[in-house]
């Protein structure tokens, strides 16, 4: 359990979020042309991270919007939150 | 074996104040190579080690632990164990692994407390009742024992439960397993341990792998905080932390990390004598043999790799239990703690090969892996051994998230994902 700082609405407790995974998993441009390797890599294979992860978050019991966070998931402490279509932050690869 | 145990053990060693009894298995310094090296010494590491070296053939073989075994989620389950799954191929797995834990406590001469109390599924709504029904006609034509219980029949077999028609969510009835039950986790583990050691299997604790050497497409051996260990074959049963060895090798998996938590009660007198699980408000209870009420709780939403879990999700469980148990209003928690389970797309298990030669993986049990230990741990074994699986784990491959060809398991998972 721990605190978001929603970009939009502020520092909420943990629940009042869902989690969408990892971010930056990109929507195939062409699915028609996808091959079946392919597929199973955008709708199933994760890094599923143990330290610094990028991953979605939805204040789904707040404003409902989408941003991203950076979390070290080994300690589930938040390093970073900005927003949709922003540039992830280059400090934490 | 060296040291059997029997009543005439126990007289011995009782005439001795109990001071002679023998380590029952051995601790030692890894060698240089193995012709099979399991990652993880858990109930399904263990029981794999254990199978190869008794039903494949396999001496010189090494289980690596990071920390002591059946530390990680084989002891922090809730003991489950039942078969009651909805298809063919998850029947054949899970149902395997019952026949072998009806018989697991003779075959390891180590008592692993198997209680074939039966668990019960209730079911709160129209839906739950029609897939509860459905699975218990799939069940019965795989040969799995499975009855549906009306709510009469419900109360009449756990009295406790609060069956009132006006509460949030109603109990309209359930299924029950009576071949189901429980086992304590920790003598599993300890049972594999002795008995693989006993022939032979090297059990190395404090033992944690750090990276994979491969050379091409096949693997050579590990890079472990004890120096590097050659080997051939090496069967990954790393839970939770599957992932983070999996990348190692440079594989990505369908598995996404998870707390899930679980907590007990003070002990009491005997008071519930099955297990009773309840997917739709997220309940589940049973009594241990010491008196504590086991309850399983659900995970958090998100990756995490912190062994804790969010305060909400208990209360969340523990609101469940009160409004389907008013009798435990008054009982205090002792304990409360997380687990780090690995959970898969489709629900269902990963006893695979891999497309790296040599390298196996057995993951992906998410909230529901130790009741498969013995039947895991064969299947892996037989994996492992062959290059090859078993009919009863083809189903479980890799190879699954490519072709479609997913074992749903979602409505059969006690846990919602």
């Known amino acids: ?93 | 074996m060296k040291n059997k145990y029997s009543v005439f053990s126990l007289i011995k060693n009782a005439l001795s104040q109990h001071e002679n009894w023998q380590q029952a298995w051995g601790n030692p310094e890894p060698k240089k190579e193995y012709d099979a090296i399991i990652v993880g010494g858990g109930g399904h590491g263990l029981a794999t080690a254990y199978y190869l070296a008794k039903k494949h053939n396999l001496k010189n073989i090494a289980v690596l632990e990071k920390g002591w075994i059946g530390g990680g989620n084989t002891g922090r389950n809730t003991t489950i164990i039942r078969s009651n799954y909805l298809w063919d191929a998850s029947a054949g797995l899970y149902d395997h692994a019952l026949k072998l834990w009806e018989n697991l406590s003779q075959e390891l001469n180590y008592n692993v407390m198997f209680s074939q109390r039966g668990v019960m599924n209730l079911a709160h709504n129209l839906q739950d009742v029609r897939d509860l029904k459905r699975r218990t006609h799939a069940n019965r034509l795989n040969g799995i024992d499975a009855v549906w219980l009306n709510t009469e029949e419900v109360k009449k077999f756990c009295p406790i439960i609060n069956t009132s028609p006006s509460i949030r969510y109603p109990v309209l009835g359930g299924t029950l397993q009576r071949r189901a039950g429980t086992a304590r986790h920790d003598a599993v583990a300890w049972g594999y341990a002795r008995g693989a050691s006993e022939m032979g299997v090297d059990i190395i604790q404090n033992c944690e792998v750090k990276g994979i050497k491969r050379n091409g497409d096949r693997v050579e051996g590990l890079e472990t905080t004890k120096g590097f260990i050659k080997t051939n074959k090496i069967g990954v049963v790393a839970a939770g932390h599957s992932s983070v060895v999996a990348n190692m090798a440079g594989l990505k998996l369908p598995l996404e990390s998870k707390p899930l938590q679980a907590l007990v009660s003070e002990p009491v007198k005997p008071i519930i004598d099955t297990v009773v699980m309840s997917n739709a408000v997220h309940a589940y209870v049973s009594q241990s043999d010491k008196g504590e009420l086991v309850i399983g709780a659900g995970t958090d939403s998100y990756v995490s790799y912190t062994q804790r879990g969010s305060h909400n999700i208990v209360e969340e469980t523990l609101k469940a239990i009160l409004e389907l148990y008013p009798i435990f209003s008054r009982m205090k928690m002792l304990r409360q703690w997380g687990g780090i389970v690995d959970i898969c797309p489709d629900a269902s298990p990963i006893i695979s090969k891999t497309n790296i030669k040599g390298l196996y993986f057995n993951c992906g049990w998410g909230t529901g892996g130790f009741k498969a230990t013995p039947g895991s741990g064969d299947l892996f074994a037989h994996t492992i051994a062959n290059d090859e699986p078993h009919k009863l784990n083809a189903a479980f491959n890799l190879n699954r998230f490519i072709s479609g060809d997913l074992v749903d398991e979602h409505g059969a998972a006690a846990v919602a994902h």
């Open chain 1, 1 to 93: 359990m721990f605190l978001i700082n929603c970009p939009f609405c502020g520092e909420r407790d943990q629940s009042e979020f869902s989690s969408g995974g990892e971010a930056h998993v990109v929507r195939p441009k062409q699915p028609t042309e996808l091959s079946d390797d392919e597929w199973a890599e955008y709708l199933f294979m994760r890094k599923n991270i143990k330290g610094i992860q990028f991953e979605r978050w939805n204040h789904v019991h707040g404003c409902r919007k989408w941003f991203n966070v950076v979390r070290d998931t080994s300690n589930d402490k938040i390093l970073s939150v900005y927003k949709m279509g922003e540039k992830p932050p280059v400090n934490y690869k």
